[in-house]
């Protein structure tokens, strides 16, 4: 094999298959297209065939792409009815106009080739080179200066001395071996096969590659890039390959100049994609399968270095209108973590598929189709290595970022950030297969869901659908799939949460400047405050966290929840981050309790920045109602008085600018006054600016 590749290598250079002196791609171009996208392509063929290499060329249609205002069209160039290697015309049109070609076309002599040698003398002349199996064969012209060369193109088959695919080129004439290449397209990589705590290096094929230079190919395009400016990313490439096509690094992490981080984020792109491929019946919108992918990330921070970004994400960065999975290192470097990979690879699949986005809606911010968002990133990680615990090296400890084993039940575990939020659909779900009798029949039943959700869906929308494809599909599933959603409040996952009296709960915000149009966010759940018939007075407090206090607020209403109609907010009572207390009592004017009425409360953040809260309420009874006991879940945090209990812990990341992060984020925070929502569009936008985040 290695002879071959010599000598296929020597006869290519000499063979006079240089491009010609001529344009490769027209642009100042601008004329009208024809009836048929296949008439405006052979037309415009003709009219510019000269300044692309040929006068007059035979062209054939091979395929027309339908593109959003227009098409492209692929052609070939004939000669003598056979079709001429590597001469091509690609015609792209717009709003009705030609606006570019682009191909290599050749001028042959008028002569017909003929072919002297059967495909079969061919193909014996091939396997005398290179023991093989010829499996197609196409007659071909074979450009050789001005002559036309006939030439039988082989499609071969190689066991020997090892297993290969090749594309070879023969002489028709004198079956002597004109090209030949491979046609597997890979290379080896030294990678981990899931993360550095669950395996060991290893040398391992790099799938569907489409040159031999970089790391570029089917599934991804993995480069190393730097956001210079808000308008400039500079991307180089650092893993380059040996002089056998192999990409064979050492780790060195972490590190910013590591040319093992892109291999490593290649391999578990590519073989995440051809996994679901195969198992899911995965593929991305149009013909395209490849999705971009950035290693060793880096930004400017605020004093204007370089500076690694230290979490990985979902989104486009490079502005091309397509999403790009984005890698970078803390303490360790993201890409090695198989599990990190692919579950921002699954934040791709969510955004295609199902497109789940937050939304204002009448009951605040809707934040629960970004948990789902998680969850789903997080189970289909953890159905690929069979491993609930998602982040094992990028975690940095034993118990990893996240989880799937464990409790986690609604409401009593709803905090309004979406990593944490979607512990109560990913634990659901993991439970589930570990108890199903067949557990790829709940792995299809969930890819399913997936694609029956709209974007502003929720967890109780996820609920529903998954035990209709069970009751439909795997009747034997059913019972396992009901108990465990009964079992963890799942199927009517509700954003009201109740509370109890002098217990806290915990929860996090958004900032005005992570949702544009808005001078005061809401919060993604409400709180029900059950008034018991003999209460005399009811006080509630909340407060901010964060690295800046956090200027959180909240809107009050009795008998029916807080209420979004358009940009007007239906509420009794605003409370302004300054007064973190209010007290309804039943001998109060202006805040009057009524015995038996429910409250309901919104949080608000009127900062610029995220922040996390507190909210518990205590109460005063001219009785006590017999056998009265609070009404605590299974995640509640019970015993936190009123008059103490530890601020939140877990807060989001201060550098990540809104989304989904790989691990659960930092709280920021800061103040402004409980105005009116200006814009629901605007909100959107927490999604767009840093895409989910892993």
Known sequence: ?????????????????????????????????????????????????????????????????????GYAVRLRQLH?????????????????????????????????????????????ALQAKLPCTVR?????????????????????????????????????????????????????????????VKSSLEELPLLGLYKGDTLTGEHADVQRCAQVQESQLSCDRKAVPDAWGNYFFAPDDPSLEDPFAEVSAYFHVDSFHRYLAQRFGFARLG?????????????????????GYPNAFFGDVDGDGRGDLVIGQAKTDYAYDGDVVYHEFTHSIVDEIAGLEPIIDSEGFNLMPLALSEAFADLFAAIYTRDPVVGDYAGGNA?????????????????????????????????????????????????????????????????????????????TLLPVVQAELAQRGVAGCSRIVPLAPDV???????????????????????????????????????????????????????????????????????MPSSEQMVTFSVSSDKDTLVPGEPIYVLPMNEGAYESSYRIYYSQKLDAPPPDAAPPVGPDAQVGVKA?????????????????C??????????????????????????????????
């Not at 000269?50 to 035979?58: C, I, N, T």
């Not at 029900?528 to 209460?535: C, E, F, I, S, Y």
Request: net charge positive; charged share 20%; hydrophobic share 40%.
């Open 1 to 69: 094999m290695r002879c071959l590749r010599v000598t296929l290598l020597s006869i290519c250079t000499s063979a006079a298959l240089l491009a010609p002196a001529s344009a490769r791609t027209l642009t100042a171009i601008d004329t009208p297209a024809a009836s048929t996208p296949e008439q405006t392509a052979l037309d415009a063929g003709r009219r510019y065939g000269e300044r692309l290499g040929a006068r007059s060329p035979v062209l054939e249609v091979r395929r027309v792409v339908q593109l959003r205002g």
């Open 80 to 124: 003598g009815g056979l079709p001429v290697v590597g001469a091509e015309l690609h015609v792209l049109v717009l709003r009705g106009r030609v606006v570019a070609l682009s191909g290599d076309l050749r001028e042959l002599s008028p002569s017909a080739p003929k072919a002297t040698l059967s495909a079969a003398q061919a193909a014996v």
């Open 136 to 196: 197609r064969a196409e007659l071909v012209v074979w450009p050789d200066g001005d002559r036309a060369r006939p030439a039988w193109l082989l499609d071969a088959l190689a066991l020997q001395p090892r297993f290969g695919l090749w594309a070879v080129a023969v002489d028709a004439e004198r079956g002597s071996v004109l090209w030949g290449r491979s046609a597997m397209r890979h290379a080896k990589g030294r990678v981990y096969p899931t993360n550095p």
């Open 287 to 307: 013909t395209q399968q490849q999705i971009k992918v950035i290693a060793n990330f880096q930004y400017k921070d605020l004093k204007g270095n370089m500076v």
């Open 399 to 475: 118990g990893g970022i996240r989880n799937l084993v464990g409790q986690a039940s609604c409401p009593d575990a709803l905090q309004g950030e979406s990593h944490t939020d979607g512990l109560i659909w990913g634990r659901a779900v993991w439970a589930i297969r570990e108890n199903a009798p067949q557990r790829d029949q709940l792995e299809d039943a969930l890819y399913k869901t997936l694609a029956a959700l709209d974007k502003h869906a929720g967890i109780a929308d996820a609920a529903a659908v998954l035990l209709k494809v069970a009751q439909v599909e795997y009747p």
């Open 504 to 574: 806290q709960k915990t929860g996090y915000l958004f900032g005005t400047a992570d949702v544009v149009g808005l001078l005061a966010v809401p919060g993604p759940m409400q709180y029900k405050v059950d008034v018991p018939q003999n209460a005399l007075e009811v006080s509630i407090y909340i407060s901010g966290g964060g690295y800046h206090g956090g200027k959180v607020g909240a809107y009050l209403r009795r008998a029916a929840s807080v209420s979004y109609h358009g940009a007007k907010v239906v509420y009794d009572r605003a």
């Open 643 to 659: 008059d103490g209990g530890p601020p939140a812990t877990a807060q989001p990341d201060p550098t990540a600018p809104g989304g």
């Open 661 to 694: 992060a790989c691990t659960t984020p930092h709280t920021r925070g800061s103040p402004g006054d409980p105005l009116l929502l200006l814009a629901l569009g605007g909100a959107l936008l927490v999604l767009r600016r840093a895409r989910r985040r892993a």
